[in-house]
């Protein structure tokens, strides 16, 4: 009859490290690469999503911001983590889809450097003015900008941001020249729009939403396909007589490339139980999220449409990293 140590070593024997290790998984915290600017908008929604996936793991959750070079620093550091499940990464589709296409050579593929393990929200986007821009529609702002060609500036958060590409397509689809000030991120762009020293942008809903309440900048259009719940007043902008014109977002989760398949099953698990929660449901919706987890099948099959999409829209705007 086997010896009770013996057994216990029988047992261990049997117990597969893929299989332990995702029982166990996790047993420290795990850092989240955030390669954008603390304070931008998915910085703030990911907060909210991985503070209750924190609580329910039993560990915590680190963002790790490294922004820089739109996002390609840390978005390179990332894809050389160790896959076991203690490093993610918050990717968004500037990152995956954008980027890709304005530069001539990055050092990761969108579409199979990285583990996809869900979609987390999609952002959604205003077109904003200060009040010290003379105009309250869209309609007026085009022939503004079309009687003044180059007079007013526009900021984003860089060369390539999403809120450039949202400008470059909404300059292409109305014939205005607007003069394009980009800023070393997001943030600082926001804010100077906020104070006055820029009177335009479009911006992250989230980015905006308590100074629109305020009275401190306009909405004159949603950005999306349909109005925003938060503003059901703003039009979007292809009601405002730009038809067909549709910008949003979204944010998502990634592992590194070969993480096991129990561990990134269990992330994605927490990442639903997560979104399904009522309080940070109402916390991402009341700041212009619209929520949407999914497999990481279609996070893969969303990726590789909107790289091609956007490859469509960077070459028919013109835009070029300089």
Known sequence: MPSFKHSLFAIAAMCAPAVCGAQSYPTKPITMIMPLQAASSVDVGMRIVTQKMAESMGQQIVIDNQPGAAGLIGTERFMRSTPDGYTLATLNDSILTMIPNLYKKVAYDPVKSFQPVSLVAYNTWLLVTHPSLP????????ALAKARPGDINYA????????????AMFEAATGAKMTHVPYKGTTQATLDVISGHIPIMFSATSLVIEQIRDGKIHALAAGGSRRLALLPKVPTVAESGVPGFDFNTWMSIYAPLNTPKDVALRIHSEILKALALPDVKERLVSIGFEIDGSTPEKLASVTKARLEQMQQIIKGAGIVIQ
């Open 135 to 142: 105009v309250k529609s869209t309609r007026e702002l085009v």
């Open 156 to 167: 984003s958060g860089g060369n390539g941001s999403p809120q450039h590409i949202a400008m």
